[in-house]
Nanobody
């Protein structure tokens, strides 16, 4: 079993920055890709960014140039640096960790609210 916990959400004004953290823990935890998703009220959950164990990254078009994801493999941690935040970035942000033996494990989510 893998536990995934996000932290770092909050309220910020438009143009501001936030840094989310994601920690994956548990017995024999070995994580492949780690990804960030978000879900705004009334909308489907969408993939925002992901990073493989080797450091290859993916970003949704809506966040390219503003968000940066990174990770610490030794600590099974991932981070999402969010700059130039916009009101449309308001959502619950979720971290998902892919175990190398299979299975995707989700965190409980952290709220990000960007005021105009």
């Amino acid at each position: 079993q893998v536990q995934v916990v996000e932290s770092g959400g909050g309220l910020v004004q438009a143009g501001g920055s936030l840094r989310l953290s994601c920690a994956a823990s548990g017995n024999s935890v070995s994580i492949n890709a780690m990804a960030w998703y978000r879900q705004a009220p009334g909308k489907q959950r969408e993939l925002v960014a992901s990073i493989t164990r080797r450091g290859s990254t993916y970003y949704a078009d809506s966040v390219k140039g503003r968000f940066t994801t990174s990770r610490d493999n030794a600590r099974n941690m991932a981070y999402l640096q969010m700059n130039s935040l916009k009101p449309e970035d308001t959502a619950v942000y979720y971290c998902a960790a892919d175990h190398i033996m299979g299975g995707k494990f989700w965190g409980q989510g952290t709220q990000v609210t960007v005021s105009s």
